[in-house]
């Protein structure tokens, strides 16, 4: 609750199969807040969560 009130992200870690989506799916809706889930795979790469800046060369902006 304090990550929440300050603004924060939320970790939530547990065996798979304890309705961990749903508590959050449920926490963000009761507080009318954004809701994000990413599944931690193997082959998981940082702009997979962060985006990525591709340059357009005609325009000259990213």
């Known amino acids: 609750m ?4 300050c603004q924060g992200h ?3 870690e547990d065996v798979p199969g304890t ?3 749903i508590l959050a799916r449920a926490t963000a809706a ?3 807040i954004s809701f994000k889930r990413l599944q931690c795979t193997p082959d998981l790469l940082p ?3 962060t985006g990525v ?3 357009n ?4 902006e990213f």
Not at 2 to 5: I, K, N, Q, R, S
Not at 57 to 60: D, E, I, L, R
């Open 47 to 49: 702009n997979d969560t």
């Open 2 to 5: 304090v990550a929440l009130l």
């Open 10 to 12: 939320v970790l939530i």
């Open 30 to 32: 009761s507080m009318s």
């Open 57 to 60: 060369q005609k325009t000259g």
């Open 19 to 21: 309705g961990k989506t």
């Open 53 to 55: 800046s591709v340059f």
